[in-house]
């Protein structure tokens, strides 16, 4: 299925039987999958406007694909992508080189920092990009999502079943989801929860922004205890909820925000926890479970090397560091 990619080209309409692979798909997610290269708001608009037909009728965003329909795509008009835009080789093989596990249903890898789960908002090629190009012949869905600059367990579907299955016990809280994240101070207990509920917004330019609010979502984060450093407390951070920044919302609203979060986090100690060598966020999805028809799946993700070279030189020289947490956070009483 092709796509055209001049504004003096336009592609023409095109009648699209649905496949078993998308039976049961959201059609704004189908389009976005058959239209590469399209801006959602594209998308979006011309099911708006009526442009997309199902079996001859109108479709909105959430209507649902059943295999055997007639899917009608109007003429999309696409700007034309500069030579060298596609993703680089290099980036190719680090997404190919991550994955840690595979089978007719699921293609899992330890994402690297850095790289995003799609792309969008500025990002060309994310994950799901950079495998499909590394695996052309593949179908590959992604299934859940994580932030950038954070590492660890992202999974991608490989059938409609798997994808379906998969985002339905997601849904109904039944998939285990832990994180290593490394915690700004010393919480007073080993094991603690935190259930305030959250509310996201997206600021003017775009940014989105989560906090804690009554008008917000139930969110809830088991955080437990892994090991004490000079100024810190790496925490495993089990998902009770799947909110947006639920963890970095959390962890920052009971006082102890994440090391290295520029969004939420304490900017002083970040800016001397640079000069000790984080670079990034210091949060990993170390861990994803479910069940489905009948069968177990757990992966896991070790702390990738940045992150373990850091808590070794924090724990050498993090002693200087307690002093001045303890100073900011008496100015902030």
Avoid: W
Wanted: positive net charge; glycine residues 10%; hydrophobic residues 40%.
């Amino acid at each position: 299925m092709q796509t055209a990619t001049s504004r003096d080209a336009p592609q023409g309409v095109r009648q699209v039987e649905i496949g078993p692979e998308r039976d049961g798909q959201r059609i704004d997610n189908a389009l976005a999958t058959l239209l590469k290269g399209v801006p959602k708001s594209m998308i979006y608009r011309i099911l708006r406007t009526g442009q997309v037909r199902v079996n001859g009728k109108r479709a909105k965003p959430d209507t649902r694909l059943t295999a055997g329909d007639m899917l009608r795509i109007p003429p999309i008009r696409v700007a034309e992508r500069p030579e060298g835009q596609g993703p680089s080789a290099g980036l190719v093989a680090q997404v190919a080189e991550a994955v840690i596990f595979e089978d007719k249903h699921f293609l899992v890898i330890d994402k690297p920092a850095g790289i995003a789960s799609h792309g969008g908002s500025g990002v060309s090629h994310g994950a799901i990009e950079l495998l499909r190009a590394a695996r052309p012949n593949e179908h590959l869905e992604l299934v859940h999502r994580l932030d950038r600059d954070t590492s660890g367990v992202l999974v991608f579907a490989r059938t409609r079943a798997g994808l379906v299955g998969l985002q339905a016990a997601i849904r109904a809280g039944q998939v285990t989801k832990q994180y290593l994240c490394l915690m700004t101070g010393h919480p007073p207990k080993a094991r603690f929860d935190v259930n305030a509920p959250l509310l996201k917004s997206v600021l003017q330019g775009g940014e989105r922004m989560v906090r804690v609010s009554d008008n917000g979502k139930p969110s809830l984060t088991f955080f437990r205890e892994v090991e004490q450093y000079p100024s810190a407390r790496l925490m495993q951070a089990t998902l009770g909820t799947g909110r947006t920044h639920q963890i970095r919302v959390h962890a920052a609203h009971v006082g102890y925000p994440l090391a290295g979060d520029p969004k939420y986090g304490n900017k002083e100690m970040n800016k001397r926890y640079r000069e000790l060598g984080l670079q990034r966020m210091f949060l990993h999805a170390s861990h994803l479970s479910f069940e489905l028809d009948g069968r177990d799946y757990s992966f896991s993700a070790t702390l990738p090397d940045d992150l373990k070279n850091f808590l070794d030189v924090l724990a050498v020289k993090g002693k200087r560091l307690v002093y001045l947490l303890e100073k900011t956070r008496a100015d902030l009483e």
